[in-house]
């Protein structure tokens, strides 16, 4: 199919115009195929920076947890090596 240019009235006999895909036109509204690629590439990238933040957040998290878990279970080991450890009972033959 010959479609004609905008810069040629008349297109040369196999060529084919693609002027009317040209998302830079100005005819398209907001559901144009331009529009569309610039909104999947827009949610791409905001894609992507909501999973570095979210990456970092876990990572950090991940950090606080285990200096927390540090400290109570050496506030665990020092309670237990506080208490005096009860006498085992003799066994009866």
């Known amino acids: 199919m010959i479609l004609p240019s905008p810069s040629h009235p008349h297109p040369l006999p196999g060529k084919l115009s693609l002027a009317s895909l040209d998302p830079g036109d100005g005819s398209g509204g907001v559901l144009s195929l331009g529009a569309l690629w610039g ?49 085992a009972k003799a066994k009866k033959d």
């Not at 827009?42 to 876990?58: D, H, K, T």
């Not at 927390?68 to 090596?81: H, P, R, V």
């Open 39 to 87: 909104a999947f590439i827009a949610g791409l990238v905001l894609f992507f920076v909501y999973s570095i933040v979210e990456q970092v957040a876990l990572s950090t998290q991940q950090g606080y947890d285990a200096d927390e878990l540090a400290a109570l279970e050496a506030k665990l080991e020092a309670e237990a090596a506080a208490k005096p450890k009860p006498k």
